[in-house]
């Protein structure tokens, strides 16, 4: 609104952006108060209350005179918007053992895609409560697995090349568009029965110290180069 050439150019200019490095550039052209830098806020929709937005990250952009650029993304909380995030997952939580009641009762495809939908919301809204190290990230993707499979469905796709989850969730415009981008890789297929003679988790690793050994375990030899 502030933008004296009009919204609409600066939308067409920053569609032909590729890399990080063309946005700074384009931000000053068309807006002198950029200066060296600028900071993008996200909005994260809630499920629970339509219309309603909480604070996702914040993208900030700066450069110097010899063309170094900064990019940093960083997500603040207080305690109120953190209650905001979880009363969201709570109700996300409380809506999916209900499903999950009704799934084991119905072999509906439209059951197990509304179990799955709510899956992956509940770690949409986790990724975008607060800042995640790698190891939390990939816990979060172990935990949708987890779920997956007991819904009855199994993970047969991989995360692409280049892909962060964490940054899917966080860069999509809402919990259903994050939804449909990691379906789209998961290749999701009915789990096989034999899972049912796999050894109890607990059982095969009783202590904490076994289950952080395993968790440091270099499983790349066992595991199938394609799926």
């Not at 590729?18 to 068309?30: A, G, S, T, W």
């Not at 918007?81 to 939580?93: C, F, K, N, V």
């Not at 209900?98 to 986790?126: H, M, P, Q, R, W």
């Not at 379906?183 to 789990?191: H, T």
Request: hydrophobic share 40%.
């Amino acid at each position: 609104a502030n933008n004296p050439k009009g919204l609409l150019e600066v939308r067409e200019a920053l569609e032909k952006v590729h890399k990080v490095e063309d946005l700074l550039p384009i931000m000053k052209q068309f807006n002198t108060k950029t200066k060296d830098g600028f900071t993008v806020n996200t909005k994260v929709p809630s499920l629970k209350d339509q219309g309603k937005e909480y604070d996702g990250f914040t993208i900030t952009i700066t450069g110097d005179k010899v063309g170094n650029i900064l990019f940093s993304v960083e997500t603040q909380t207080t305690e109120e918007r953190t209650q905001l995030y979880h009363a969201e997952i709570d109700a996300l939580y409380k809506d999916l053992t209900a499903k999950g009641k009704v799934l084991t009762l119905s072999a509906e495809f439209g059951e197990a895609d509304a179990v799955c939908n709510l899956i992956l919301s509940l770690v949409y809204y986790f990724y975008n409560l607060m800042p995640l190290s790698r190891g939390s990230s990939v816990i979060a993707y172990s935990v949708i697995v987890g779920a997956l499979m007991a819904s009855g469905k199994e993970v047969a796709g991989k995360i692409p090349k280049g892909k962060l989850v964490d940054f899917e969730a966080m860069t999509a415009p809402g919990s259903e568009a994050f939804s449909k981008i990691a379906k789209s890789w998961m290749n999701l297929k009915s789990i096989s029965p034999s899972y049912k003679t796999l050894p109890s988790v607990s059982e095969t690793f009783p202590t904490l110290r076994s289950m952080i050994e395993v968790l440091n375990t270099d499983s790349t030899p066992r595991c199938l180069k394609k799926l």
